[in-house]
């Protein structure tokens, strides 16, 4: 932002005129003091202030503070410890909260996760309150409860993320000091909501320089389960007393409200054999065009007829017509066998296919070819090298 416009304050200006007293050049005294301000001032400033012979100058201790507080922005977020505790706290509340849940070295996580976060929110709330110009704190000393914070009109927050805190709140409140078993795991979407939830509020109100996400590369994600840990869920010996709070926590809810990804964070995976490079989980935002892409997907999208509608005998003569290269049936076989693409006749998993190029048809014991399949194989072959390495598949 130019600083045309922007005026020296009254302690700025006697702290530029010690500093030119003490010897500092007009640039570097521009330097400090336009480091972490929103509007920064030009030179003619600071040389006004040198030619007020009117002007006083501030203490040693005044400067020495000042020098203390200018270099206390962070340069990533341009939050200030002195003027921005609040925000700081809240941001290193909830760095903590994902850290300790996943930690392989902690197991006292569900409790601490639902303590900190829950002075993540209250803190950002607060910072959020003070700005509106709401007192956050009564004659008796007593500040806005975050429980109070989500049920006011005005509270800024979605429905899907007050519902999300309400739960996580009375798990805070339910579990203090019961034993819990294996049951952090139980509620890992409730948390994995609101660590997403708190980054989008963080942002939507502070700006998008004070994102979570740079810091913790959303390790939001939590706990890394592989797919035998993640199919054991279901199978853990939760104590009666906690199952009994999980049905508690969630009734009076409806099935809109459960199945609100801002209310518990899901993810739906398919076990396909995949390259190295497509193996990886992604995440996307539910209103982004990848999100609002994969839902669609998800909820229309089969393996059908008509996604492989390529019979095995027919492969080679699209391929040859396509290509213009001779391509035989036997040249096929030793294609899909070359880039595995479907196993072995007999083999004990038929289904275990490329679902970018065949699929497996329990129904009638054979295999289809997407027309991506014809497509690869028509410009490959037209490649010598790539031909020749296809043709010198063994086939029995």
């Not at 976060?117 to 309150?129: D, G, K, M, P, Q």
Request: hydrophobic share 40%.
């Amino acid at each position: 932002m130019a600083g045309k416009g922007a005026t020296l304050t009254a302690q700025e200006r006697r702290v530029v005129k010690a500093l030119l007293k003490k010897g500092w050049t007009n640039q570097d005294v521009q330097a400090l003091v336009n480091s972490g301000r929103k509007a920064t001032v030009n030179f003619a400033r600071i040389s006004g202030v040198k030619q007020d012979a009117n002007q006083t100058a501030a203490t040693d201790t005044e400067v020495d503070f000042f020098k203390l507080y200018k270099r206390a922005y962070d340069p990533q977020t341009g939050l200030n410890r002195y003027d921005d505790e609040r925000l700081i706290r809240a941001r290193e509340a909830m760095t903590l909260a994902v850290q300790i849940f996943n930690s392989a070295a902690l197991k006292f996580k569900a409790e601490v996760f639902c303590v900190l976060s829950n002075i993540a929110w209250t803190y950002l709330l607060h910072e959020y309150y003070q700005q509106q110009g709401v007192a956050i704190v009564d004659p008796a000393g007593n500040s806005l409860l975050l429980g109070h914070m989500i049920e006011r009109q005005d509270c800024p927050l979605t429905d899907g993320t007050r519902d999300n805190l309400r739960v996580i709140k009375n798990l805070r409140d339910k579990v203090e000091h019961l034993l819990m078993g294996k049951a952090d795991i139980q509620w890992m979407p409730l948390f994995q909501a609101c660590c997403l939830n708190f980054d989008k509020a963080l942002c939507d109100m502070f700006g998008d320089k004070l994102t979570l996400s740079h810091d913790l590369s959303f390790a939001l994600q939590f706990a890394r389960l592989n797919i035998n840990q993640a199919s054991m869920v279901n199978q853990y010996e939760i104590p009666e007393h906690i199952a009994s709070l999980d049905a508690h926590l969630m009734e009076g809810l409806t099935a809109e409200q459960l199945a609100n990804i801002e209310f518990q964070f899901k993810v739906i995976y398919t076990l396909d054999v995949a390259s190295k490079s497509k193996a990886h989980f992604q995440f996307f935002k539910p209103d982004s065009a990848e999100g609002k892409e994969i839902h669609n997907v998800l909820g229309y999208l089969k393996a059908a007829d008509e996604m492989y509608p390529v019979k095995a005998g027919k492969v080679p003569n699209l391929v040859r017509e396509k290509s213009g290269v001779h391509f035989t049936g036997n040249d096929h076989i030793k294609a899909w066998r070359h880039y595995k693409v479907r196993p072995k006749t007999k083999a004990a998993v038929p289904e275990n296919t490329n679902k970018d190029y065949c699929i497996y048809h329990t129904a009638h014991g054979d295999y289809t070819y997407s027309q991506a399949w014809v497509d690869k194989l028509a410009e490959d072959i037209v490649d010598p090298v790539k031909l020749a390495a296809i043709r010198a598949v063994k086939v029995w």
